[in-house]
C-alpha cells in the first residue's frame, strides 16, 4: 500500500466483522490464560456491526435455510461426543467462517425444535445474532460467592434470560463471569445464529465445554444459604460427566470469505 494512501473498506461486512475482531480480541498471552474482556465500547462496535448482517450477507436465504431431515453427526472441539443419530433426528448445521487463537467467527443453522444444550464459556466474551426465525433463550450466571448444594454435587447459579427472541432483534453479549454465561438453545422456528467467540473453545488452553443439568431452586438444599428475590430466578447446576450426544455436522459456507490481514 502506497504511504499516505488510505487502507481501502472492507469488501464485505464478513471481511469488516473480522477487522475489527482483528483489532479488538488479543491472543491469549499462555496455555491456560484468557485475555480480559474488552473494553465495553469496542464490544458495541462489534454488535453495531452485526446487528446490520442479514443471512444475504452470509449466503443464506431467511427462510428455513437449513430446515431439512438430513442426517449426521459432527464432532467439533468443543462438542463431545459418539453416537448414532436417530432415524428421525434433524442435525445441527454449523458453517465455519473463521478461526485464529483470539476469536472464531460461524454460524449455527438450526432446524425446528433442534436443542443446543445448557452448556458454558469459560473466560470467554461471545456475542450471537439471530439471523432469521426464532428460538428460546435460557441463560444463568454463577452466583458468587460459590454456594453448592448439600446433597450433590450442583452450583447455585442466577437466571440471567429465559425468553423466546426472533428475528430481527439485537445482538446478545455474554462476557466471562455475567450476561448469561451458561446457555442453552431451543428452536421455535428453524433459525440460525451469528456467534463470534473471544477467544474461541481450546482444549490445550483449558477452555472445554461443560454441559449442565438444571434443577429448580426449590429441589435441592444449600442449609442456611438466604437468597434475594424469587426463588424461580435461581437455579442449581449440576455439570454432565457423561460425553452429551448433539447432532451436528458441518456445513458449506457459502458467503463472502474472509482475507486474512497481514500482520
Given at each position: 500500500?502506497?504511504?499516505?494512501?488510505?487502507?481501502?473498506?472492507?469488501?464485505?461486512?464478513?471481511?469488516?466483522?473480522?477487522?475489527?475482531?482483528?483489532?479488538?480480541?488479543?491472543?491469549?498471552?499462555?496455555?491456560?490464560?484468557?485475555?480480559?474482556?474488552?473494553?465495553?465500547?469496542?464490544?458495541r462496535?462489534?454488535?453495531?456491526?452485526?446487528?446490520?448482517?442479514?443471512?444475504?450477507?452470509?449466503g443464506?436465504?431467511?427462510?428455513?435455510?437449513e430446515?431439512?431431515?438430513?442426517?449426521?453427526?459432527?464432532?467439533s472441539?468443543f462438542?463431545?461426543?459418539?453416537?448414532?443419530?436417530?432415524?428421525?433426528?434433524?442435525?445441527?448445521?454449523?458453517?465455519?467462517?473463521?478461526?485464529?487463537?483470539?476469536?472464531?467467527?460461524?454460524?449455527?443453522?438450526?432446524?425446528?425444535?433442534?436443542?443446543?444444550?445448557?452448556?458454558?464459556?469459560p473466560?470467554?466474551?461471545?456475542?450471537?445474532?439471530?439471523?432469521y426465525?426464532?428460538?428460546?433463550?435460557?441463560?444463568?450466571?454463577?452466583?458468587?460467592?460459590?454456594?453448592?448444594?448439600?446433597?450433590?454435587p450442583?452450583?447455585?447459579?442466577?437466571?440471567?434470560?429465559?425468553?423466546v427472541?426472533?428475528?430481527?432483534?439485537p445482538?446478545?453479549?455474554?462476557?466471562?463471569?455475567s450476561?448469561?454465561n451458561?446457555?442453552?438453545?431451543?428452536?421455535?422456528?428453524?433459525?440460525?445464529?451469528?456467534?463470534?467467540?473471544?477467544?474461541?473453545?481450546?482444549?490445550d488452553?483449558?477452555?472445554?465445554?461443560?454441559?449442565?443439568?438444571?434443577?429448580?431452586?426449590?429441589?435441592?438444599?444449600?442449609?442456611?444459604?438466604?437468597?434475594?428475590?424469587?426463588?424461580?430466578?435461581?437455579?442449581?447446576?449440576?455439570?454432565i460427566?457423561?460425553?452429551?450426544?448433539?447432532?451436528?455436522?458441518?456445513?458449506?459456507?457459502?458467503?463472502?470469505?474472509?482475507?486474512?490481514?497481514q500482520?
Amino acid at each position: 500500500m502506497a504511504w499516505g494512501v488510505p487502507p481501502r473498506p472492507p469488501s464485505s461486512k464478513v471481511q469488516a466483522l473480522y477487522e475489527l475482531c482483528k483489532r479488538t480480541f488479543p491472543s491469549p498471552s499462555a496455555a491456560g490464560t484468557s485475555p480480559s474482556p474488552p473494553p465495553a465500547d469496542a464490544v458495541r462496535s462489534i454488535s453495531s456491526l452485526m446487528d446490520t448482517i442479514t443471512p444475504a450477507d452470509v449466503g443464506l436465504r431467511g427462510d428455513n435455510a437449513e430446515d431439512d431431515r438430513g442426517h449426521g453427526f459432527f464432532e467439533s472441539n468443543f462438542l463431545k461426543g459418539s453416537a448414532r443419530v436417530a432415524r428421525w433426528a434433524q442435525p445441527i448445521t454449523y458453517l465455519h467462517i473463521y478461526e485464529c487463537d483470539a476469536f472464531s467467527i460461524g454460524i449455527f443453522c438450526l432446524p425446528t425444535s433442534a436443542v443446543i444444550p445448557l452448556h458454558d464459556h469459560p473466560g470467554m466474551t461471545v456475542l450471537s445474532k439471530l439471523l432469521y426465525g426464532s428460538m428460546h433463550v435460557k441463560s444463568y450466571d454463577w452466583i458468587e460467592p460459590t454456594v453448592l448444594a448439600s446433597t450433590q454435587p450442583a452450583r447455585l447459579a442466577k437466571l440471567h434470560t429465559d425468553d423466546v427472541r426472533t428475528a430481527p432483534c439485537p445482538t446478545s453479549v455474554l462476557y466471562p463471569q455475567s450476561g448469561g454465561n451458561m446457555h442453552c438453545f431451543t428452536s421455535v422456528s428453524s433459525c440460525a445464529v451469528l456467534d463470534v467467540l473471544a477467544p474461541p473453545y481450546s482444549e490445550d488452553a483449558g477452555r472445554i465445554c461443560t454441559y449442565f443439568h438444571d434443577y429448580p431452586f426449590s429441589s435441592l438444599s444449600a442449609g442456611q444459604t438466604k437468597i434475594a428475590g424469587n426463588p424461580d430466578s435461581y437455579a442449581w447446576l449440576e455439570a454432565i460427566n457423561t460425553p452429551v450426544n448433539i447432532y451436528m455436522r458441518p456445513g458449506t459456507y457459502t458467503g463472502p470469505k474472509v482475507q486474512e490481514l497481514q500482520t
